[in-house]
T-cell receptor, first 111, second 115 residues
Framework: AQSVTQLGSHVSVSEGALVLLRCNYS??????LFWYVQYPNQGLQLLLKYTTGATLVKGINGFEAEFKKSETSFHLTKPSAHMSDAAEYFC?????????FGTGTSLTVIP | GAGVSQSPRYKVAKRGQDVALRCDPI?????LFWYQQALGQGPEFLTYFQNEAQLDKSGLPSDRFFAERPEGSVSTLKIQRTQQEDSAVYLCATQRDSSSYNEQFFGPGTRLTVL
């Protein structure tokens, strides 16, 4: 069975501070892992994905995530938060045709 | 258009009414997915089409939910005899092929409110 756990439904950071959004997964097969961002009243937009190969994945808008098999984690980071990063972030694991999403983390950026 | 579009963007229905939600995929995209996103939750898988074939409908919560994609392009999600628990945002996503590697592109969603 596949599932995703996002620790912290709300995260607040100061502008310019490090962003760390946590994601742990369970998967019965080698996982394909994704991070999506959702702005208000918009659809989900892909930030980055891990399928195979390098475990440190770089995405759009300065985000990156590292796949750690031993910890079953895929945490999302950004060195310096920007006001425009305020949004809802979803981690997802894919198995075949189905995506399994976490419950999301709402990121607030404090000026 | 350049992206996935959904209509209507907002729908208010009285309990017991039937509703139809439309998804216009990116041109040429083979795979189409429907998700239900309840308030404060992540999207949950409903059903999957490859072209016109509905290959997986295991996520449909009841037989009141029905989806079709008759010509392998536009898809409609129909909910019969709506209930209050059906209130959610319904997301459509498409993908250019069936590979698990590739990105799904999401539409803006239809927010359904059942009174």
């Amino acid at each position: 069975a596949q599932s995703v756990t996002q620790l912290g439904s709300h995260v607040s950071v100061s502008e310019g501070a490090l962003v760390l959004l946590r994601c742990n997964y369970s998967s019965s097969v080698p996982p394909y892992l994704f991070w999506y961002v959702q702005y208000p009243n918009q659809g989900l937009q892909l930030l980055l994905k891990y399928t195979t190969g390098a475990t440190l994945v770089k995405g759009i808008n300065g985000f990156e995530a590292e796949f750690k098999k031993s910890e079953t984690s895929f945490h999302l980071t950004k060195p310096s938060a920007h006001m425009s990063d305020a949004a809802e972030y979803f981690c997802a694991v894919r198995n075949g045709n189905q995506f399994y999403f976490g419950t999301g983390t709402s990121l607030t950026v404090i000026p | 258009g350049a992206g996935v579009s959904q209509s209507p963007r907002y729908k208010v229905a009285k309990r017991g009414q039937d509703v139809a939600l439309r998804c216009d995929p990116i041109s040429g995209h083979v795979s189409l997915f429907w998700y239900q996103q309840a308030l404060g939750q992540g999207p949950e898988f409903l059903t999957y089409f490859q072209n016109e074939a509905q290959l997986d409908k295991s996520g449909l919560p009841s037989d009141r939910f029905f989806a079709e994609r008759p010509e392998g392009s536009v898809s409609t999600l129909k909910i019969q005899r709506t209930q209050q628990e059906d209130s959610a945002v319904y997301l459509c996503a498409t993908q250019r092929d069936s590979s698990s590697y590739n990105e799904q592109f999401f539409g803006p969603g239809t927010r359904l409110t059942v009174l």
